[in-house]
């Protein structure tokens, strides 16, 4: 009963450096979301998927790019990573538009 | 722009001590109130959801409300383990979910 699933669970980079965070759900839903979570600010949507084989921007995308891999699977890459990309980055799933999410446990990366 | 606020930011509570937490919010259309509840070191997790001014859903120690405005979720007689960050959340749109800062709450034995 996994349901929502991210690795790593903590990492750091230094400024320049690139990396991938990984997500899968065994639920069967169609959307898959990441959003980063910092101090003082609520959870900010960074990308979405609405279903396999499409993704969107949410309200912070500069500096990160996905791939829905397919269906169970929705990563999120930091090409160049920057001290302000220092965050929790949650992944999240859900059946239709923004009901009931299913959030992983978290990744808390720091960049030096 | 749309704005959902938490209040208080944080709130300490005695054992059997009832209270409640407001989310307010200015939307241009709301599909949906969520509260989410978080631990330390954990996602979100699902608590309710409501859709419409005068909706009310209960779960165990929790009951969240809604009017036109704004959300409360009300805690009747907590314990140490609801001790946790709790999250409002509205839907405005397609795909658009706008985040509260969170409530902490510590309720002590």
């Known amino acids: 009963n996994a349901g929502v699933t991210q690795t790593p669970k903590f990492q750091v980079l230094k400024t320049g450096q690139s990396m991938t965070l990984q997500c899968a759900q065994d639920m069967n839903h169609n959307s898959m979301y990441w959003y980063r979570q910092d101090p003082g600010m609520g959870l900010r949507l960074i990308y979405y998927s609405a279903s396999e084989g499409t993704t969107d921007k949410g309200e912070v995308p500069n500096g990160y790019n996905v791939s829905r891999l397919n269906k169970r699977e929705f990563s999120l890459r930091l090409e160049s990573a920057a001290p302000s990309q220092t965050s929790v980055y949650f992944c999240a799933s859900g059946l239709v538009n923004n009901e009931k999410l299913f959030f992983g446990s978290g990744t808390q990366l720091s960049v030096l | 722009e749309d704005q959902v606020t938490q209040s208080p930011e944080a709130l300490r509570l005695q054992e059997g001590e009832s209270s409640s937490l407001n989310c307010s919010y200015t939307v241009s259309g709301l599909r949906g109130l969520f509260w989410y509840r978080q631990d330390p070191g954990k996602g979100p997790e699902f608590l309710f959801t409501?859709?419409?001014a005068g909706e009310e859903k209960e779960k165990e120690r929790l009951k969240a409300t809604l009017t036109k405005k704004e959300s409360f979720l009300h805690i009747t007689a907590p314990k140490p383990e609801d001790s946790a960050t709790y999250l409002c959340a509205v839907n405005t749109g397609f795909q658009k979910l706008v985040f509260g800062t969170g409530t902490r709450l510590l309720v002590s034995p």
């Open positions: 409501l859709y419409s």
